[in-house]
């Protein structure tokens, strides 16, 4: 029976396992856990000279991980959404960014619409080898001229006969230069507005397909992100993915997966920054005591940790949202604009907490706090976050 002394104590050391997870989401998590743990973390140094090799897609393929919520009848494993979650929070234990980025791709922005919108001898074409890791994904949104602004893209798919002849360029594409297809949004009708997108299946081997530069960046050094041409690429009519001329809408859905899944990235990545500066806290000395005990680093900490709570609730209850049917974009975007600066203003305190040593490569705040930067750009900017936000209110 409860008494007054037991149920007033603070629960600091539970668990706190959130009402969307089951103990099989648990299951799921300690095995994929084990898994990055053991095959994926300790290369994390070395695959940020080399970029990860593609062999971790066949592996994540064969131990079930690419497919976590397709149905069996595609090979996948049947699961909810927040199985998704779960392997976009511990593929974060890998501390290599541009490798869950590579991965999160492939499971979460590239393969969904194929999914969704795909023909049943598209799913079994790319959707099938996808989930086994035979096939790896790209999907290509960005040009050298139009980013945020989608509707700018340029690259032009014009019927000919039977095919689709493709001219265009798409810059900083993620698995862009490992890749064997690309979920490629085009232009069909330049004059039809919204109306004139359409999306393709295009295989990264056909004449014309010219994989241009792998590109420098700040941070996820373990992903590729190529500069792409399509050079009179042709493809026949049935590598249209989903209607001709919604592809504008299409891929409108699809960004709402790939904010959801990058702000529960950005929350875990936070969480394990904090951790390991907590660690640092308790050990380093200066002035006699541990420097987690000064009250300024306390108040850090408990800022860092307010940040993160309430950008893990922003996210867990829009994916309880969009696992019940609902379509929140309004709430996806603010799970994602401040899940993105939580993380960057958290990394940022974790490497003034260790001082020069945050500083320093061996300690791997600064890869985190390089890293992290990303998500304040990509899938969307922080404006753009903030004009869809401020335009759903009518504005
Ligand atoms: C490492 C990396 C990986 C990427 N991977 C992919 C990928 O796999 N596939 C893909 O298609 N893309 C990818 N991107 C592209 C990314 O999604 C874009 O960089 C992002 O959408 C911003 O577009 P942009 O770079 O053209 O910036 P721009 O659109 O040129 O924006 C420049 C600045 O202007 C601001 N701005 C623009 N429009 C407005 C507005 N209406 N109101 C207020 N401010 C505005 C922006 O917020 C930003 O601050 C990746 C980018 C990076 C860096």
Not at 66 to 80: R, T
Not at 166 to 179: E, Q
Not at 240 to 257: A, P, R, T
Request: hydrophobic share 40%.
């Amino acid at each position: 029976m409860a008494t007054a002394e037991n149920v007033l104590k603070p629960d600091f050391g539970s668990k706190q396992r959130h009402f969307i997870f089951t103990d099989e989401h648990e299951r799921l998590r300690e095995s994929i856990r084990g898994f990055v743990e053991k095959e994926l973390a300790p290369h994390a140094d070395e695959w940020e000279e080399t970029t990860f090799p593609d062999s971790v897609f066949r592996r994540m393929g064969e131990l079930g991980f690419l497919g976590l919520s397709y149905p069996e009848e595609y090979g996948g494993q049947g699961g909810d959404y927040y199985c998704n979650l779960v392997l976009a929070e511990e593929m974060a234990r890998s501390h290599s960014g541009g490798l869950a980025m590579g991965i999160a791709v492939h499971t979460d922005m590239a393969t969904p619409p194929i999914f969704l919108f795909g023909t049943e001898e598209q799913k079994q074409r790319y959707l099938v080898p996808s989930i086994k890791g035979e096939k790896i994904s790209s999907l290509g949104i960005t040009e050298p001229d139009a980013g945020s602004d989608v509707a700018g893209i340029r690259t032009r798919a014009v019927r000919d006969g039977d095919e689709y002849v493709i001219n265009g360029s798409k810059t900083y594409i993620t698995n862009g230069h490992r890749s064997d297809f690309i979920v490629l949004v085009t232009k069909t009708d330049p004059d039809a507005g919204y109306d004139g997108f359409t999306l393709f299946l295009v295989d990264m081997d056909l004449p014309g397909v010219v994989r241009e530069k792998k590109l420098e960046k700040l941070g996820m050094h373990a992903s590729d992100t190529a500069l792409l041409a399509f050079q009179d690429v042709r493809v026949p009519a049935d590598a249209v993915l989903g209607e001709v001329g919604k592809g504008f809408y299409h891929i409108m859905w699809e960004l709402q997966g790939e904010r959801l899944i990058g702000a529960a990235g950005c929350v875990a990545g936070a969480q394990l920054c904090f951790e390991r500066t907590l660690q640092y806290a308790l050990e380093r000395k200066a002035f006699g005591r541990q420097i987690g005990k000064f009250q300024v680093i306390r108040h850090k900490f408990a800022e860092m940790a307010t940040k993160i709570e309430s950008a893990r609730q922003m996210v867990y209850t829009t994916a309880w949202r969009h696992q019940n049917g609902e379509y929140p974009v309004r709430e996806i975007s603010m799970a994602k604009l401040h899940a993105a600066r939580i993380a960057c203003e958290v990394a940022d305190e974790c490497i003034q907490i260790h001082g020069g040593a945050g500083y320093m490569k061996e300690y791997g705040v600064e890869r985190v706090w390089r890293d992290m930067r990303l998500n304040r750009i990509g899938a969307g900017t922080d404006e753009i976050m903030l004009d869809v936000i401020g335009r759903s209110y009518g504005l």
